[in-house]
Nanobody, 126 residues
């Protein structure tokens, strides 16, 4: 069992920045793939970025490469998503996700992940 709690969402103007946090707690087995998904209005939930904790292995969606950075603090059991140069199309509910297997090629599929947070809203205005 892994419990995930997101924070850091909010409303910003286009071009602005936000940093999301995901605190992982009470896990029996250490997650081996953690990351962020998002779901915009009327859209499917899509993968944004994932990382294998303790390694430099990361995956990013093409739409966020160069603008978003995923990182982790193992001591704090916290995952971060630094989002820069935000665009209105980044507006969505952002979810933290975790799985007990290492991140791999199908990382962008929501079905891969067994654990989810409740989400934090990000709104980007023009």
């Amino acid at each position: 069992q892994v419990q995930l709690v997101e924070s850091g969402g909010g409303s910003v103007h286009a071009g602005g920045s936000l940093r999301l946090s995901c605190a992982a707690s009470e896990y029996t087995y250490k997650p081996y793939c953690m990351g962020w998904f998002r779901q915009g209005p009327g859209k499917e939930r899509e993968g944004v970025a994932v990382i294998t904790p303790g390694s430099a292995s990361t995956y990013y969606a093409d739409s966020v490469k160069g603008r978003f950075t995923i990182s982790q603090d193992n001591a704090k059991k916290t995952l971060y998503l630094q989002m820069n140069s935000l665009k209105p199309e980044d507006t969505a509910m952002y979810y933290c996700a975790a799985d007990l297997l290492p991140c791999r090629g199908n990382w962008y599929l929501k079905s891969v992940y067994n654990y989810w947070g409740q989400g934090t809203q990000v709104t980007v205005t023009v």
